[in-house]
């Protein structure tokens, strides 16, 4: 069968379609993204901007018309912290199913980790052990560890990567006060969440998930483990600590002629930089593998596992 996944997150507006069938590995047809950076549209009091809010429904209105062009038999709609978190949250759901028919399923936190968890679990497999997972999205970070398709621990803080810009980073390129506040708040926050984890057993493997992490590792030239189409993908925290001041350096612009760097999440790489840098830090990583599912790529596994 063919199904959509539709992810209206901090940054933009996604429409991945699969091709998959119960106890199969979804095959990805197409993809249709717009960009809405929805950060740049909460107003000091928490709500969507009437803007931000016809830029979410144009977006979802054309995901809709690309999704029946592709014959996609079921949607499934999602919404990530930014929409979840707005004071008027409940009012632009409202708008959107009625402009566009598609009743949004908010995510927590809590359930962005362990969804995207079983992606990394199926796509790693059972021989990994206990994984120690890193997502970075627009608006959150996500921590979990776990030996089973769904992890033993899991929270969400708010340290994703388009907030941590927005809420520290407000010069383009910031200054070394604005980054080095990012930093310390970074830590901070970490520092309540990191003792949790410590309680667990070390992890066998650690990865990132995300734009974010994809992106850094492909400009720090990634590092390779083995050889041919399985080679893994893997980003060391020493990289990280020679780019982002290099990043910080320069304008938002001319970031994207660097490798990995695209126009939509050139003005916030930074920001994801530093937050995956002290988390890494915070839990004493090294290296971390990079895995191409996430989120998305869960929602898709559980639909499936129900219709099995």
């Given at each position: 069968m063919r199904l959509g996944v539709?992810?209206?997150?901090?940054?933009?507006?996604?429409?991945?379609?699969?091709?998959a069938h119960p106890g199969a590995r979804p095959v990805p047809s197409s993809t249709h993204k717009t960009v809405v950076r929805m950060m740049r549209f909460i107003a000091p009091d928490g709500a969507i901007t009437d803007e931000g809010v016809e830029r979410i429904t144009g977006a979802i209105a054309s995901a809709v018309t690309a999704a029946a062009s592709e014959e996609v038999a079921e949607l499934l709609p999602f919404a990530t912290s930014a929409l979840r978190e707005a004071t008027n949250g409940a009012a632009v759901f409202a708008h959107i199913e009625r402009e566009t028919g598609v009743a949004l399923r908010v995510l927590s936190g809590y359930d962005e980790a362990r969804l995207t968890f079983l992606a990394v679990r199926r796509w790693h497999g059972w021989s990994a052990g206990r994984i120690l997972l890193l997502d970075i999205?627009?608006?959150?970070?996500?921590?979990?560890?776990?030996?089973?398709?769904?992890?033993?621990?899991?929270?969400?803080?708010?340290?994703?990567?388009?907030?941590?810009?927005?809420?520290?980073?407000?010069?383009?390129?910031?200054?070394?006060?604005?980054?080095?506040?990012?930093?310390?708040?970074?830590?901070?926050?970490?520092?309540?969440?990191?003792?949790?984890?410590?309680?667990?057993?070390?992890?066998?493997?650690?990865?990132?998930?995300?734009?974010?992490f994809r992106s850094l590792a492909r400009l720090a030239g990634s590092v390779h483990d083995g050889?041919?189409?399985?080679?893994?993908?893997?980003?060391?925290?020493?990289?990280?600590?020679?780019?982002?001041?290099?990043?910080?350096?320069?304008?938002?612009?001319?970031?994207?002629?660097?490798?990995?760097?695209?126009?939509?999440?050139?003005?916030?790489?930074?920001?994801g930089g530093i937050v995956a840098e002290e988390a890494m830090r915070a839990f004493s990583v090294r290296e971390l593998e990079i895995c191409p599912w996430a989120l998305r790529e869960g929602l898709i596994l559980r639909r499936l596992d129900d219709l099995a």
């Open positions: 539709l992810d209206v997150g901090s940054n933009t507006v996604h429409l991945l379609v699969v091709d999205g627009g608006g959150s970070l996500e921590i979990a560890s776990g030996i089973d398709e769904y992890p033993d621990l899991a929270v969400s803080v708010p340290l994703g990567a388009g907030r941590s810009t927005i809420g520290f980073l407000p010069d383009d390129p910031p200054t070394s006060d604005q980054v080095e506040a990012l930093r310390a708040h970074a830590r901070g926050v970490l520092r309540e969440v990191a003792p949790r984890f410590a309680a667990l057993d070390r992890p066998d493997h650690v990865v990132g998930t995300s734009k974010t050889v041919g189409p399985d080679d893994r993908v893997r980003l060391r925290r020493s990289q990280l600590a020679d780019w982002v001041p290099r990043l910080a350096a320069i304008p938002a612009q001319a970031r994207t002629a660097l490798p990995g760097i695209t126009p939509e999440r050139t003005a916030q790489i930074v920001g």
